[in-house]
Nanobody, 124 residues
Framework: QVQLVESGGGLVQTGGSLRLSCAAS????????MGWFRQAPGKERESVAV????????YYADSVKGRFTISRDNAKNTVYLQMNSLKPEDTAIYYC?????????????????WGQGTQVTVSS
């Protein structure tokens, strides 16, 4: 069992930055791929960024490439999402998720555990 708790969301102006953190419980954190997803009102939840268990492989949605960076610290059981140059269209609830698949996977059905989400609002 893995429990995930996100933090770091908030209100920021266009062009600003936020750093999301996701703290995981459990001794097997390092064996999970970790992903960040987001869901805007009226839209489906989408994959934003994914990192493999080792941190050597990553995936980014086209909409965030060059602006967002995913990283992990297995010693601290934490995964991060650094978000720069934020845009109003980045406004959403951001969710952290863990997949038993060690590689990079983007499909929601491949993720076994989810956090409760943290709100990110970017004002224009």
């Amino acid at each position: 069992q893995v429990q995930l708790v996100e933090s770091g969301g908030g209100l920021v102006q266009t062009g600003g930055s936020l750093r999301l953190s996701c703290a995981a419980s459990g001794r097997t954190f390092s064996s999970y791929a970790m992903g960040w997803f987001r869901q805007a009102p009226g839209k489906e939840r989408e994959s934003v960024a994914v990192i493999s268990w080792s941190g050597t492989s990553t995936y980014y949605a086209d909409s965030v490439k060059g602006r967002f960076t995913i990283s992990r610290d297995n010693a601290k059981n934490t995964v991060y999402l650094q978000m720069n140059s934020l845009k109003p269209e980045d406004t959403a609830i951001y969710y952290c998720a863990a997949s038993r698949t060690s590689g990079v996977v983007t499909a929601r059905r491949r993720y076994d555990y989810w956090g409760q989400g943290t709100q990110v609002t970017v004002s224009s």
